[in-house]
């Protein structure tokens, strides 16, 4: 089939390379040239694993291609998917502009009859409003093709991106129309021919609920366990054993149960909010989710506090914060949690000395002071305590003695567990985890 890909960022190249993959024809069209340019030129615009090769794979069989010129990339196209940015506004609500811009750009250059499947991230009822922006525009184009909007919500973690939208858990299609199912059976034909996973077939806005719905209750996860770490700190329990006997019964199951410094990136804070937002413009109020982000709130400011325990004032301490991104496995550095971290460090008066392994070139020229070290051994000499902010595996092979000798302090505030408390204690290193008796002078 031939398909068109409109915004070639985290979800749009991911699903470019993958549809290819599966043997359609496929444009990725994007209004930036420079990642045009850079795509043409054979370099990926982020890292996120196996693309590359994915991409390179695809490219060299003339499957995929990718263009900034609309004519050329949405004139003959059976499917559209639109994968810009749905970023927040000020009050919480969802720009949804590049949505609409994006509709139009399809109505006014579609010369044949085209699905337009909204992958991006919207609220419920956008698709009525994508169906409105592309009448108008044809209209005023005198334009004659026929389009349909389906809902096509994308699951896809930064980091597994790649294995993700190879090997969903399912795929959810949300259309009005019995043509536009049809439709997109055939695109999704091939992926289930070679990965079987189940293909739910709804309507437009239980699609688009499904979306806010399932990120809003991971993140809700999150916020619970990092709750519960909050009861162990203050009663001596230990939050990992706890969340690992609650993730024996199937009915909660382990995953999205790690307590940390809470959760960030571009989509769970972005979509927590716009889903507070639109309930509470159709007369519902979300409490329940204006409470998880109270709790990641109180997650991310959880590393300073525990720094002025142990170390009494900021102000000119040296501290290695290790991990910028938001996660592990991505150069992303999003709304994730470990900017706050260092912005409130910054203002009490420390000073950062970061690593990451692969996000430093995001965090350039961000921070008023933050030194910037590629060898994390480097960003720990002589620092007055330890942060970890992003769970890397290379942090976990860092061993509590070498921590010791390396700090000038022996301070470590483990946002994210990556060490083993009692070991840390063991090689005499004051230590607060998350969710674990906390060691250490004024300890309660
Ligand atoms: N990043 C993720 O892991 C993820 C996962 C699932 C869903 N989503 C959702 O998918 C959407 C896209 O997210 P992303 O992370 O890929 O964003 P992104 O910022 O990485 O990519 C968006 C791309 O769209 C392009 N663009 C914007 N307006 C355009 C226009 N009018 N014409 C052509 N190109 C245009 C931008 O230049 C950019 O390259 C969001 O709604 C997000 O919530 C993201
Ligand atoms: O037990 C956990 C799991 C995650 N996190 C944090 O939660 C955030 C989000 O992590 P993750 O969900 O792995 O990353 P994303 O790439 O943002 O993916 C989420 O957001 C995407 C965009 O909507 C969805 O497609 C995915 O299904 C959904 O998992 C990160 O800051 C993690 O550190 C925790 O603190 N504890």
């Known amino acids: 089939m031939r398909v068109g890909v409109l915004g070639v960022g985290h979800v749009g190249l991911v699903t470019a390379a993958c549809m290819a993959d599966f043997g359609h024809d496929v444009i990725g069209y994007?209004?930036?040239?420079?990642?045009?340019?850079?795509?043409?030129?054979?370099?990926?615009?982020?890292?996120?694993?196996?693309?590359?090769?994915?991409?390179?794979?695809?490219?060299?069989?003339?499957?995929?291609?990718?263009s900034g010129d609309a004519v050329e990339a949405?004139?003959?196209?059976?499917?559209?998917?639109?994968?810009?940015?749905?970023?927040?506004?000020?009050?919480?609500?969802?720009?949804?502009?590049?949505?609409?811009?994006?509709?139009?750009?399809?109505?006014?250059?579609?010369?044949?009859?085209?699905?337009?499947?909204e992958k991006s991230t919207v609220p419920v009822r956008t698709g009525e409003r994508i169906r409105q922006a592309l009448a108008l525009e044809s209209q005023a184009r005198q334009g004659t093709a026929h389009h349909e909007v389906v809902s096509n919500p994308e699951f896809l973690r930064e980091g597994s991106a790649v294995e993700d939208t190879l090997r969903p858990d399912r795929i959810v299609v949300g259309a009005d129309s019995t043509n536009a199912h049809e439709v997109m059976r055939r695109v999704y034909t091939p992926q289930l021919e070679r990965h079987d996973c189940p293909y739910v077939e709804t309507d437009v806005k239980t699609a688009e609920l499904i979306k806010h719905a399932s990120n809003a209750f991971l993140a809700t996860k999150i916020s619970?366990?990092?709750?519960?770490?909050?009861?162990?700190?203050?009663?001596?329990?230990?939050?990992?054993?706890?969340?690992?006997?609650?993730?024996?019964?199937?009915?909660?199951?382990?995953?999205?149960?790690?307590?940390?410094?809470?959760?960030?990136?571009?989509?769970?804070?972005?979509?927590?909010?716009?889903?507070?937002?639109?309930?509470?413009?159709?007369?519902?109020?979300?409490?329940?989710?204006?409470?998880?982000?109270r709790i990641n709130r109180e997650a991310k400011v959880w590393p300073v506090h525990q720094l002025r325990r142990l170390l009494w004032n900021l102000q000119d301490k040296e501290i290695a914060v290790l991990g910028v991104a938001f996660k592990?496995?991505?150069?992303?550095?999003?709304?994730?949690?470990?900017?706050?971290?260092?912005?409130?460090?910054?203002?009490?008066?420390?000073?950062?000395?970061?690593?990451?392994?692969?996000?430093?070139?995001?965090?350039?020229?961000?921070?008023?002071?933050?030194?910037?070290?590629?060898?994390?051994?480097?960003?720990l000499r002589g620092a007055h305590a330890v942060v970890t902010c992003t769970e890397w595996d290379e942090y976990?092979?860092?061993?509590?003695?070498?921590?010791?000798?390396?700090?000038?302090?022996?301070?470590?505030?483990?946002?994210?567990?990556?060490?083993?408390?009692?070991?840390?204690?063991?090689?005499?290193?004051?230590?607060?985890?998350?969710?674990?008796?906390?060691?250490g002078d004024l300890g309660a």
């Not at 307590?259 to 309930?279: L, T």
Request: net charge negative; proline share 6%; charged share 25%.
């Open 224 to 293: 619970f366990i990092n709750a519960v770490a909050r009861v162990c700190e203050l009663t001596g329990a230990d939050v990992e054993t706890v969340a690992d006997a609650m993730g024996h019964d199937p009915r909660i199951g382990r995953a999205f149960l790690n307590a940390g410094i809470g959760y960030g990136g571009s989509c769970f804070p972005k979509d927590v909010e716009a889903f507070v937002h639109i309930a509470a413009e159709l007369g519902y109020d979300f409490g329940l989710l204006r409470e998880t982000q």
């Open 396 to 439: 976990r092979k860092i061993e509590p003695e070498q921590l010791a000798e390396l700090l000038a302090y022996p301070v470590v505030v483990d946002g994210r567990n990556v060490w083993d408390p009692a070991a840390l204690e063991a090689a005499n290193l004051r230590v607060a985890s998350v969710g674990t008796p906390f060691s």
């Open 30 to 66: 994007d209004d930036d040239g420079h990642k045009i340019a850079a795509l043409r030129a054979g370099d990926m615009p982020f890292y996120e694993p196996d693309l590359d090769r994915l991409v390179a794979d695809n490219v060299s069989t003339g499957r995929l291609r990718f």
């Open 74 to 117: 949405l004139s003959d196209r059976e499917v559209v998917f639109i994968c810009v940015g749905t970023p927040s506004r000020e009050d919480g609500s969802p720009n949804l502009a590049y949505v609409q811009a994006a509709a139009q750009a399809v109505a006014a250059h579609a010369r044949g009859p085209v699905v337009v499947a």
């Open 328 to 379: 592990p496995g991505t150069d992303d550095i999003r709304d994730a949690p470990a900017l706050d971290v260092i912005d409130a460090l910054e203002a009490d008066g420390a000073s950062v000395r970061l690593h990451d392994p692969v996000a430093l070139d995001q965090v350039r020229g961000r921070f008023a002071r933050a030194e910037l070290y590629e060898d994390a051994r480097e960003a």
